[in-house]
């Protein structure tokens, strides 16, 4: 309710609260257990739960709608302030895991170099805050990325180029994965080079005289661009630069370079840094460029786990390279953020999906027949087309996203154990998982981060007018979240590359049988050379009849879409020429991997926690309604690829979507429900739980816009309007030289 | 160049300049031709040229990349000072087009009630103004809203509703139209009521006694909502009230409330005006949403062309309305911002495309052999795939886009002829073109605004990070673009609307032989019930042969999705239930006229102004790459609907598409350059017509944030993060409670 509201309590015609009790009232869902299978297990479920309530009522953490009024100047303050508060919590986070409160200060003993008794900080220390950091991308993506670029680009960079040593020394005597002593920054990208990281211009030359590196930007080009915290926050970078030895060029490797003083932020010389300036989102980052001129750091500061440079006084100094493993460790400083993005694609795209559902059950507009109510927007087929489907996106993320994180943590502990121990055999198999962990993870970022992208703009429009208001979340959202579909690998770039991967292995198993069942086993089992015989020599039709069916076809859509693409380069040997269909392939994998991973775990005794007969239905139609609807998004394909007759598309998939989309509706709050986010962190007003649309919305602008300081009275520019209503007729104000009367005298 | 660019002259690797000339040098095609043919004529396009090059360097109205970082009150201030700036030009272009600029003050005589001898304003006189109107919304979108709310809302719902006499005294005497004595809003939308205008619930209540009316928001949902212009600005508004009259309801008819007074700007009694605050674009426009307390008007005040109330004292009053009339009033206030969102379409779209195609001819990235120069990122064919079909989009929608505009005005004279003259006859006439013109305006706007947010998201991505840069023009124009598909009419309401005429159209012509050649034969050709008879009989295959056969398709499509939906609603007798159809055939439907008017255009010996065979034959390759993209992208249907078979999307649809992208490719910059946007007006650095990619963008970052103030030194918050770098140890800061000494001690 609000001041300013004369409510009739009587009306009957717009009661939103009305419509979305009604529909909490008649659910027969389960939401508890969907929640559990969405959080991945009760364990995680509850962890989430503990750190939403703490973040969303942290006194400096908690967002408003206020936030969609901050300036840049604004959000990066606050933003900082969050930073420091995070660091807090990073603190109690990793005592917490190690339960240690008492007698001895843990993280004092963390960071004495020279305290051999307690076990450094594990991935396992960190994953708790990890998870906190994951959860406040949802409220506030600048937030995490902040800090996201210091402990995971800046961190990882670190772990994975570093040696023990210098992981220790940087990460935890500095104090850096404590976001203490040291902020870090993660200086890869230039002017002119992003993606082709190999050809980045930056160079660092060693002089042997003063056993030092010599960091320097040669050009406009290479300037550092783009590098989040550089502006304003970070004393140290870890900088991609080329490595010169002795007038030799041994390409991109890391270094640490300090860039400021850390107790006054003052640059060090040699260092210019300014700010990149307004962005399309997240403001609140202080993305940064930096130039270097003749820096000068000590030897030790290269990341020398795969590339070491020896002092050799009176000779030429010398450089080793283990190529194999630098390879690989530049595969894994940039695959975190991959998997961070495939988790925040489920959180975020459920955020969206919660505000949207909840408008449409309440907002009502036209009648059947005059003088009848209006009919609420879900009731209307068409939005039902437009709201349902992208309800079930996060669902369908969500298995994927969990699995996918989890093989990411084994993998890599598995790479750190093996390369401490040198252990050649298992690093093989590490590399080999990469691999594969590398087509996962750049397919489904860039397959999940477009979809979400899309369903923010499609649930926008489905808010019509009130989806446009800054304060119904949805702007700020696209704009924070659509640069995760160019940074860190660009979508296109990634799902190129990934999709040439998988034509190979698709190649290589049809031609040679290649296959190898425990690796491949995980998500392309359509390679097994088995299933590609099947599906090539069996001329029945492909059904649609069992669960399975559903994950099924998009086997078959790939395989039949890469015998295609095989052909088809065989023939032009131009692989770049298949390049529109190779996105596909990446999207088909992508849509594939997790139908098959929801497919598995809701069938799975152990790992659903569905045991509600009615709820594990709807979640069967929730997967059944994703299937349909991108078959349907891709029926030129299908029909084109004969994985699907025209005929099946007419009377098979699109009357069964439209079908689904009814019995959807029927439980679409409960569904959004289900994903239990409080209403701080949807900060939307139409979206709030108790569903008092129009009361809530009104009171979240009034408490921004007060009325009687801004609105009524006198506007601040009020002159400037006045002068021009009221200004003089136009030969007055010129001193009415073009009368005729004054023209006459002229003419004399 | 730029002082803090270390450049090599040298350098072979990063040149974009250089590739940028060399396109210009090797191109065969005349683009001052090709400007004409976009333009539509040589008059058209002179005048666009002098109004650009007058905005672009009028010191108030110019725009550069400072805009990108203005907060929301410098923009609205900013704003006012360019409102005034136009209403000085308005005035000039007035005059311009009487050729009067001496003697008598022309405007003046305007002004003035009793003068009957200077004719009034007609569209001719501000066919200047409207298109410097049209062109300004293409540098500054906000600006033009503000404007074209009074002016094209305000003002169009005065024109379209009210007397000759209530025209006069509002639009000119008042001096409405000048932009002087008042300015106007349009409180149309509620909080609870947008696209169902008949359900708006503010109330205008007659009192016989007094002879005025009573304004009235009953209810919080009724408060009007998103006024634009009302926040700070409008002095009046064109109120959409429910009229109420001896307690029966006559549904929403239209009132002038005067809401400030225009030379303080202080609210009227009993009006209350809150502003709507932060949006995801155009914050510059001060939206605002009012409530009405009694506001007492005189009953003159309500726009009574259609609806009069007439006094009656001693007996009941009485009011007479002319339904039919009535009701095409209502078709013609929305009509304009609909016709013009059009031609936005078309001159948005280019600007982004010229953008994009010049980064994407200078941007180099990844060399196809170690050693070689990386390659022009144009150069790969998914690049090619990504770019050039949106450089067609604009191409396409231009010829349309001036066709709708002129049909729009000239349909508008006849209405106003004849309404005034009260000639059934005519009216009968205009009612159905002005209902073609709804469906077709409808069509376009959904379809072309939908098509270029797209555009600026497709390409925004083809810049990579660049692209999300606040400077580059993406994000700023995405975020004004996208509520041209909400607001004016929902383009998926829009595309129902205008779909379900079309069908209705299609089954009268189908089953009862009604088609009006001379009305239909503009938009609606493939309703012809010949040509209907001959898609349906016909077996043999559709062809891609002749140029005409490019848009002929379309129709043959068009049909095919009609005649299943028909035969769909005539089993389920659920219209709505074809909506996901429906909104294809609205699409279809623009797809078709676009193409229709391009050919027809480009074919005529006397319209198409290109006379060089080159040209010529590479507008036709734009012809065929418009259709074919769409053709691809709507495989699906295609194929379902039998139109197309697999083997021809396989075989004919996707070899030509990929055939054309390298050949449109060779002239792409000729046809970008071809838009003729000066730089001011891109405000753009990566697209600045001199290629200079790096340069340009680095001193337009500099600019806005020089690097000694802000970035270098300290930050303005760099105590903040001092102060959590430097913390001290957990125990310590906490006063070493924990510690096992003091346990111990406390367990005592």
Request: hydrophobic share 35%; with cysteine; net charge neutral.
């Amino acid at each position: 309710m609000t001041r300013l509201s004369t409510v009739n309590p009587d009306a009957t015609v717009l009661d939103p609260q009305r419509f979305i009790k009604r529909e909490r009232d008649g659910s027969a869902l389960d939401i508890d257990q969907i929640n559990t299978f969405l959080e991945s297990d009760p364990h995680a479920r509850d962890l989430t739960h503990q750190l939403v309530d703490q973040l969303a009522h942290d006194p400096v953490i908690k967002t408003d709608t206020s936030t969609y009024d901050l300036t840049k100047t604004e959000q990066r303050e606050v933003t900082v302030k969050k930073i420091a508060r995070m660091a807090l919590y990073m603190e109690q986070d990793v005592k917490t895991v190690r339960k240690h409160f008492r007698d001895t200060d843990l993280l004092k003993s963390m960071q004495d170099l020279n305290d051999n008794t307690t076990p450094p900080l594990t991935n396992k220390d960190l994953s708790i805050f990890d998870k906190r950091l994951s959860l406040v991308a949802n409220m506030d993506p600048q937030l995490s990325t902040r800090i996201g670029v210091h402990l995971g680009l800046f961190g990882n960079c670190i772990k994975g180029n570093g040696t023990d040593e210098q992981i220790k020394y940087w990460l935890q005597t500095r104090g850096a994965l404590l976001i203490k002593g040291i902020y870090g920054c993660f200086a890869m990208t230039e002017l002119g080079h992003g993606s082709n990281v190999a050809q980045l211009q930056t160079t660092a030359t060693y002089d042997q005289e003063s056993d030092t590196f010599v960091i320097n930007t040669p050009d406009l080009a290479a300037t550092k661009w783009w590098i989040g915290g550089a502006a304003h926050s970070a004393t140290h970078t870890a900088c991609y630069a080329r490595l010169k030895v002795g007038g030799k060029d041994y390409g991109v490797k890391t270094f640490v370079v300090p860039l400021r003083d850390p107790s006054t932020l003052q640059l060090m010389p040699g260092v210019t840094i300014g700010d990149i300036g307004a962005k399309m989102g997240r403001d609140g980052i202080d993305n940064g460029w930096i130039q270097f001129r003749n820096v000068v750091i000590p030897r030790e500061f290269m990341l020398s786990r795969f590339t070491k440079v020896q002092r050799n006084l009176g000779g030429q100094p010398t450089v080793q390279i283990d190529p194999q493993m630098d390879q690989i460790s530049g595969y894994s400083a940039l695959l975190s953020g991959r998997v961070n993005m495939v988790m925040d694609s489920f959180r975020f795209g459920s955020k969206f999906a919660t505000i949207a559902t909840r408008y449409a059950v309440g907002r009502q507009q036209f009648s059947e027949k005059p003088g009848e109510p209006e009919k609420q927007l879900i009731d209307y087929p068409l939005h039902q087309y437009r709201v349902l489907p992208q309800i079930v996106i996060p669902y369908i993320i969500s298995p994927a996203a969990f699995s996918l994180l989890n093989y990411y943590y084994s993998t890599l502990d598995e790479l750190y154990a093996a390369s401490s121990k040198n252990d050649k055999r298992a690093l093989l198999v590490v590399g080999q998982k990469l691999k594969n962990l590398f087509i996962d993870s750049a397919s489904l970022k860039a397959t999940n981060t477009w979809l979400v992208a899309q369903l923010i703009d499609e649930l926008r429009q489905t808010c019509g007018g009130h989806g446009y208001s800054g304060y119904n979340a949805f702007g700020k959202g696209y704009n924070d979240w659509v640069v995760q579909c160019t940074w860190e690998g660009d979508n296109n770039i990634l799902s190129l590359t990934s999709a040439k991967s998988i034509l190979k292995k698709f190649v290589d198993s049809a031609t040679k049988g290649k296959y190898n069942k425990e690796l491949d086993g995980r998500s392309f089992r359509y390679l097994d050379p088995q299933f590609i015989r099947k599906v090539f020599t069996t001329s029945s039709e492909n059904k649609l009849d069992s669960l399975y069916d559903y994950t099924n076809i998009w086997a078959v859509a790939l395989l039949k879409l890469l015998r295609h693409i095989a052909k088809q380069v065989e023939k032009t040997k131009d692989l770049d020429g298949a390049s529109k269909l190779l996105v596909l392939v990446s999207k088909f994998h992508a849509l594939y991997v997790m139908l098959n991973t929801y497919y598995e775990k809701l069938n799975s005794p152990t790992d659903s926690y569905v045991t509600c007969p009615k709820t594990k239905e709807e979640l069967w139609k929730v997967y059944k309604l994703f299937s349909l609807y991108f078959i349907d998004k891709h029926a030129g394909e299908f029909q084109q690829f004969k994985i699907l007759s025209p005929d099946q598309i007419s009377q098979v998939v699109q009357p069964r979507l439209l079908q689904l989309l009814p019995e959807i509706r029927k439980e679409c709050i409960a569904l959004t429900d289900a994903f239990k986010w409080p209403d701080g962190m949807l900060n939307a007003p139409i979206g709030y739980y108790d569903g008092d649309i129009y009361h809530n919305y009104f009171n979240e602008v009034l408490k921004n816009n007060p009325v009687e300081k801004d609105g009524a009275g006198i506007p601040p520019y009020h002159k400037l309007l006045a002068d021009m209503l009221t200004r003089g007729d136009e030969f007055e104000r010129l001193g009415g030289a073009n009368n005729a009367e004054i023209l006459t005298k002229l003419a004399k």
